[in-house]
């Protein structure tokens, strides 16, 4: 599959701007027999770098998925995840911080759940929270226990973005690559989403009072998200803005962007060298009498 998804990220220096930038964009795939057909194929490529990956133990690979409630995050890790080995892979969902967690830092909670190296990591939601739910909604900053002077300083949210830049330049300088996924999903598409929930027996357990009432912080939350994408989206961890009202062409997208950055490591099986193939044939030897 070809799929230019460069044209999704966010660009160091070059500023995005959500309103302008589209939720839905022409299909990648032409019925749901070729989305399907297009998507194992993704997946099977997944599943064998993944093994190379594991094997080479140099990298890992931590995906962020942030997005507005009912974007996909959740379907879009169960679909596109769906082939690989789960041995060599973690979910991490991060809801509201416990009490020991409020008593750190706040990227304290998520650095304990980053993977280890041949392993893929998977963040729904994760310390991007801290700038976007933090940010619309300042009173939350209070439960963290952070000095006045702190809480105060109109430069917050700056502070924030260098301190997760930083950690983030440090994780690649040690071999974890970073990508991250914005799921952009229109906020008429949302309500859509809320309503078939609501329709349908097997969602209606999915749906909460407080996705309605987040909506009314709607324009609050795309300010936010625009900002962090901006400052945030780096040369080593880039942002990638996945246009999300159509599903399907969101998983393609996603899955694509994974494929190259594990095909863009380089990775390979350890080589053998003279002594170990004369040991692996001697035994070889002995197995076959």
């Known amino acids: 599959m070809t799929v230019a998804v460069d044209k999704f990220r966010v660009r160091e220096g070059k500023k995005i701007r959500l309103g302008a930038t589209p939720t839905r964009v ?29 094997a080479d133990n140099r990298f890992s690979l931590l995906l962020i ?27 991490y969902s991060f809801k509201h911080p416990s009490a020991e967690e409020l ?12 993977p280890e190296r041949g392993r ?3 963040f729904n939601r994760s310390y991007y929270e801290e700038v976007l739910i933090v940010r619309v909604h300042p009173e939350i900053l209070k439960s963290q226990n952070l000095p006045d002077h702190r809480t105060k300083q109109d430069n917050t949210w700056k502070d924030r973005y260098r301190s997760i830049v930083d950690m983030e330049d440090h ?10 996924f914005f799921l952009h999903l229109s ?41 962090c994408l901006n400052a945030t989206s780096t040369k080593t961890a880039p942002w990638y803005a996945v ?15 994974i494929v190259k950055t594990l095909s863009d490591l380089g990775l390979e099986y350890p080589k053998v060298d003279k002594a170990r193939v004369k040991e692996l044939q001697a035994i070889r030897k002995q197995l076959s009498k």
């Not at 942030?66 to 879009?76: E, F, I, N, V």
């Not at 246009?243 to 962007?257: E, M, Y």
């Open 243 to 257: 246009p999300a009202d159509d599903k399907q062409n969101a998983r393609l997208i996603i899955s694509r962007v």
């Open 65 to 91: 998925f942030q997005a507005m409630d009912a974007a996909g995050k959740d379907s879009a890790i169960k679909h596109v995840m769906s082939g690989v080995n789960p041995q060599g892979c973690q979910v």
């Open 171 to 180: 994780l690649h300088r040690n071999g974890t690559r970073i990508v991250k």
């Open 187 to 227: 906020k008429e598409e949302q309500r859509k989403r809320f309503l078939a929930r609501l329709d349908d027996p097997k969602k209606k357990w999915k749906f909460s009072a407080s996705d309605v009432d987040e909506r009314k912080f709607w324009n609050q939350y795309q300010y936010a998200y625009e900002d």
């Open 120 to 122: 893929i990591g998977i």
């Open 103 to 114: 008593d750190h830092d706040f990227l304290w909670r998520t650095n304990r759940s980053l």
């Open 26 to 54: 022409a299909p990648l795939y032409s019925s749901k027999k070729d989305y399907e057909s297009l998507l194992d194929g993704q997946i099977d490529r997944m599943r064998e770098l993944q093994n190379v990956l594991y």
